[in-house]
């Protein structure tokens, strides 16, 4: 186990809809990254949180938000949901060590599955 | 540039084979590629990874090979167990503002007894 975890563990949701998924990072790991996997495809970079501030962002549009507190915990937000975004939502968290000389090794949490109808 | 291939798709082998999975990438600034192993309903576990100034990388069963020049890599198994059965993830990451890392499409292994 990582010690990353996620909650809720499935979420069912109507299009429209707003959503809210929550993450708790790895302990004295201060980097949070969403992706979003759809079934049967690789996960999709959505963003990254460093010390409560986003610093990168994939392709997705601005009703993807996020927040990272304090103590390094995350949520992710979706506001007016569409059946698109029905997947695997994955948290993973790193230590920001090796922030300076390379990437960091990412540890995955076991995901949010919302299912938008 | 961004993406990372990887094949097969999918991949049967008997039990004590060796199932070999292939990636390749066309940025050359990527500089680290960590494997992941997913199960059913889990989040993907990292496996093994290496930097590309290393052109192989073992541990336990599984191997990494890295042909930089040829902008490819591969996971080997050695001793494939049904244990092992699981989807499969090459990856590959930049360092730019973030830690950005790209997946490839994954590899469904199926190892039988």
């Known amino acids: 186990e990582t010690g990353v975890t996620q909650s809720p563990t499935h979420l069912i949701k109507t299009r429209g809809q707003q959503v809210t998924l929550r993450c708790s990072s790895q302990s004295g790991h201060n980097t949070v990254s969403w992706y979003q996997q759809a079934l049967g495809q690789g996960p999709q970079f959505i963003f990254q949180?460093?010390?409560?501030?986003?610093?990168g962002r994939g392709n997705f549009p601005p009703r993807f938000s996020g927040l990272q507190f304090p103590n390094y915990s995350s949520e992710l937000n979706v506001n007016a949901l569409e059946l698109d975004d029905s997947a695997l939502y994955l948290c993973a968290s790193s230590s920001g060590l090796r922030r300076a000389s390379g990437t960091d090794t990412q540890y995955f949490g076991p995901g949010t599955r919302l299912t938008v109808l | 540039q961004q993406q990372v291939k990887q094949s097969p798709q999918s991949l049967i082998v008997q039990k004590g084979g060796i199932p070999i999975i292939n990636c390749a990438y066309e940025?050359?600034?990527?500089?680290?590629f960590p494997w992941y192993q997913q199960f059913p309903g889990k989040g993907p576990a990292l496996l093994i990874a290496i930097r590309p100034d290393v052109s192989e990388k073992k541990e336990g069963r599984f191997t990494i090979s890295f042909n930089k020049s040829a902008k490819q890599f591969s996971l080997h198994i050695m001793d494939s167990q049904p244990g092992d059965s699981a989807t499969y993830f090459c990856a590959a990451s930049v360092k730019t503002s973030y830690d950005k890392v790209i997946f490839g499409p994954g590899t469904s292994l199926s190892v039988i007894p």
């Open positions: 949180y460093y010390r409560e501030e986003e610093n």
């Open positions: 940025n050359t600034a990527f500089d680290y």
